[in-house]
Antibody, heavy 122, light 107 residues
Framework: EVQLVESGGGLVKPGGSLRLSCAAS????????MKWVRQAPGEGLEWVASISGSSRHIYHADSVKGRFTISRDNAKNSLYLQMNSLRAEDTAVYYCARVMAHGNSYGYGDYWGQGTLVTVSS | EIVLTQSPGTLSLSPGERATLSCRASQTIRNSYLAWYQQKPGQTPRLLIY???TRATGIPDRFSGSGSGTDFTLTIGRLEPEDFAVYYCHQYDYSPLFGQGTKLEIK
């Protein structure tokens, strides 16, 4: 059974940093791309970043480029999101998701974690 | 930059009725790289459809997707009480993007 468990969320002041983790199990983590998607309170879904299985291909949304960094440790079956220079508008539930490859596309998320809440406030 | 527009914003129907949700892209989505998700309050998004028309594993056949190019549709054949939720379309051809969602509520 595929399981994705996020952790690391919490309350942080504007300008601060936070590192999210996602522990994966139930599939061959090293061969699958992964991504982070966030959802601000009462709002829709926003893609944040994606990373290929080998970490060769990494993409970030323009809204977080230069501030957030996605990474992974295949030996630990873990995905990470390092978030720096946090802003109030980064307040959201952050989901990790496994990405299913589909042709020559970015792929779509099939399994999602339960999410971890990040609140940026003074 | 591609934009996805879902309509209507809110759809009020009764159980047993048919629901038709629309997702329009501002530019052509190649190879039907479009998915649909269902999200209930306090829950994780659930994949319904990928490739515009392929149902994900375990999804009932009352859910169907269609369309290509810039116009896509999610149809729910006969609404069950558990189908009332928010539905998002998601294009993964270009830099990934979700539509703003359609809320399907009980009339």
């Amino acid at each position: 059974e595929v399981q994705l468990v996020e952790s690391g969320g919490g309350l942080v002041k504007p300008g601060g940093s936070l590192r999210l983790s996602c522990a994966a199990s139930g599939f061959t983590f090293s061969t699958d791309s992964m991504k982070w998607v966030r959802q601000a309170p009462g709002e829709g879904l926003e893609w944040v970043a994606s990373i290929s299985g080998s970490s060769r291909h990494i993409y970030h949304a323009d809204s977080v480029k230069g501030r957030f960094t996605i990474s992974r440790d295949n030996a630990k079956n873990s995905l990470y999101l390092q978030m720096n220079s946090l802003r109030a508008e980064d307040t959201a539930v952050y989901y990790c998701a496994r990405v299913m490859a589909h042709g020559n596309s970015y792929g779509y998320g099939d399994y999602w974690g339960q999410g971890t809440l990040v609140t940026v406030s003074s | 930059e591609i934009v996805l527009t879902q309509s209507p914003g809110t759809l009020s129907l009764s159980p047993g009725e048919r629901a038709t949700l629309s997702c329009r892209a501002s530019q052509t989505i190649r190879n039907s790289y479009l998915a649909w998700y269902q999200q209930k309050p306090g829950q994780t998004p659930r994949l319904l459809i990928y490739g515009a028309s392929t149902r994900a594993t375990g999804i009932p056949d009352r859910f169907s997707g269609s369309g290509s190019g810039t116009d896509f549709t999610l149809t729910i054949g006969r609404l069950e009480p558990e189908d009332f939720a928010v539905y998002y379309c998601h294009q993964y051809d270009y830099s990934p993007l979700f539509g703003q969602g359609t809320k399907l509520e009980i009339k």
